[in-house]
């Protein structure tokens, strides 16, 4: 294969350039990093669960109407996706308090919450993403009063595609992560949802169990992640037939 340009490598992907403009290859890593990657581990066959799981998501929030820079999955670990400007800003939903808010505000973790929490945190590794509140990202230009109302309003839509989803299958959803990306058309720019959806960037509880299904299986060493991943790959329909199963060649008697 022809080598590509290499654009960006995160914590848990990689970016090539795309075949077309303004487009981009998602490679999907086996790297898990947890508390702003302090701790880390390689789990093998995440990269592959994270990329089915968020070519499932994405695209059922684009045929919903949500718009997303997904485009096509092209293989077990990359998706081709619209490339975007990402606004520097991590946006939360909390339905249950759980992880730093329970441990910020003093909440017992499993507290459900009258409505739905939006927090936003600014991408900034060096800084631990802090808290950021709407002053703080009008004054300094993250973005504006309407990317603001248009970011809320997506995160709610895709709480509610995502709640919906999950308790489909068994699953509360807790809280979850997304970023949110430019597109130009024009003198016009829109709002998409962008990097991934998957259980790295949700918090994901069986509903009987109560048993974690997501990243907190790994910061908490609670079992093995990537069982976690196929479990919820697997109620949702979407497990890759030669995840896990695979069996060796059978003596015909
Ligand atoms: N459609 C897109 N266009 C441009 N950049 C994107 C797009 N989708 C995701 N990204 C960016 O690509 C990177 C994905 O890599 P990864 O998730 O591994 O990063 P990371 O280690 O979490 O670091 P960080 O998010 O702090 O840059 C992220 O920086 C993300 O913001
Ligand atoms: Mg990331």
Sequence with gaps: MARRRMIYEGKAKILY?????????????????????????????????????SEF????????????HFIKRINMREQLVRMVEIIPLEVV???????????RLGIEEGTPLPRPIIEFYLKDDKLG????????????????????DDMIALALRVNDYLSGVMYGVGIKLVDFKIEI??????????LVIADEISPDSCRLWDIET??????????????????????????????????????GPKLVQ
Excluded at 93 to 103: C, D, I, L, T, Y
Excluded at 181 to 190: K, L, S, T
Aim: glycine share 10%; aromatic share 8%.
């Design 17 to 53: 350039e795309g075949p077309e403009p303004d487009t981009l290859i998602q490679y999907f890593k086996d790297d898990a990093t947890a508390f702003n990657a302090q701790k880390k581990g390689v789990i093998e066959g995440k990269g592959v669960l994270n990329n089915r799981l």
């Design 57 to 68: 998501f994405m695209t059922g929030l684009n045929q919903m109407g949500v718009p997303t």
């Design 93 to 103: 939903v909390r339905n249950v308090a759980a992880g730093s808010m329970a441990k």
């Design 129 to 148: 993403d802090p808290l950021v509140t709407e002053e703080h990202i009008i004054a300094f230009n993250w973005a504006s009063q309407q990317d603001i």
């Design 181 to 190: 990306g430019r597109i130009f058309e024009g003198d016009f720019q829109r």
């Design 210 to 247: 109560g048993q974690k299904l997501d990243k907190d299986v790994f910061r908490r060493d609670l079992g093995n992640l990537a069982d976690a991943y196929t479990e919820v790959a697997r109620r949702l329909g979407v497990l890759p037939r030669s995840n896990g199963t695979v069996k």
